[in-house]
């Protein structure tokens, strides 16, 4: 099991061009897959069954682990077994008939217009890193980029002059996101006055950097939210996909068309993006009494008495 799983590993870094933490999610979910089979004396792989794979879930359930969690972990099995498929490692699929738990439906956490400007006002534009900072969240809110995307950004993908980014997100599939003239200044003023004090090594084509010159990772993007929600006094867990959330949700707020923002979002299924078809309280309100004949606010009607 140990070869085939190093070779299956390899096939997502390699040829699926997978993210370093689906990858960590993928070796985690596994290997506890892997224990459960080995204290039951499953010796091959041929051997996992449909009632081995009931009796794996059951397992999970029984030691507290969530829904979503579960969906997870079945998710990455399903992805080894269409892989040991493909390389007739196996003869037949046990996973295929298997379901995933039915998740709750949770709405996406999202800011208010005005806990977004807070936030953005938040970092100290006289360092290099208050720079970079500023344009970082100011970029993530403006693009909906996912932190993969936006850690591995570099010089050549951004146009200042259209405020347009290409972008290769998951699968390698290229895409063009838009931002704002906001967005667009704080890169400006990052370019120029930030990074060059951050730059230790002039062939890194990285755009945003640690203060020792090096790409900055994921986990750090993590690091600088939660330093910046709480300067700000935000009384909620901002993570960088809150702002993605935020983003999508501003946009269909705005009136964005549902099929323009999964684009901008690199989404496959447009299911995928009408989760944020939720509405804020003071938009179904705005669209109630514009809508509704006998719903409009007293002042309005003199209009129609006329």
Not at 126 to 132: A, C, D, H, V
Not at 135 to 162: F, H, K, M, P
Not at 185 to 196: K, T, V
Not at 254 to 263: C, K, N, P, S, Y
């Amino acid at each position: 099991m140990q070869e085939v799983f190093n070779r299956y590993i390899t096939h997502l870094q390699a040829e699926r061009n997978v993210s370093p933490y689906t990858i960590r999610n993928y070796k985690a979910d596994l290997l506890d897959f892997f224990r459960f089979l080995n204290e039951k004396k499953v010796a091959t792989l041929d051997e996992v069954n449909r009632q081995v794979l009931r009796d794996y879930l059951g397992h999970l359930v029984g030691r507290g682990i969530v829904k979503g969690s579960i969906a997870r972990k079945l998710s990455a099995i399903r992805s080894f077994y269409r892989y040991l498929m493909r390389e007739k490692l196996i003869t037949a699929n046990p996973v295929e008939r298997i379901s995933s738990p039915k998740l709750d439906k949770r709405l996406p956490s999202f800011l208010t217009l005005n806990e977004v400007k807070q936030l953005l006002e938040a970092p100290d534009p006289s360092t290099p890193q208050g720079l970079r900072d500023r344009a970082l969240l100011e970029l993530l809110y403006a693009s909906g980029l996912r932190v993969s995307e936006l850690t591995s950004l570099e010089l050549g993908q951004i146009n200042l002059d259209s405020n347009e980014i290409r972008v290769w997100g998951k699968g390698s599939k290229e895409r063009v996101v838009l931002m704002g003239e906001p967005a667009a200044e704080a890169l400006r003023n990052y370019f120029e006055q930030g990074r060059p004090k951050l730059l230790t090594d002039k062939r890194n084509n990285a755009i945003f950097l640690t203060r020792y010159g090096q790409r900055l990772p994921a986990r750090s993007v993590q690091k600088i939210l939660e330093h910046y929600t709480a300067k700000a006094g935000l009384k909620k867990r901002v993570h960088p996909h809150t702002l993605r959330h935020t983003f999508a949700t501003h946009m269909l707020d705005g009136g964005a068309d549902l099929r323009v923002v999964q684009e901008l979002l690199g989404h496959e299924q447009l299911s995928s993006t009408q989760i944020y078809t939720h509405v804020t309280k003071k938009q179904a309100r705005k669209v109630y009494l514009a809508a509704h004949p006998l719903a409009k606010e007293k002042g309005d009607e003199t209009e129609d008495k006329g």
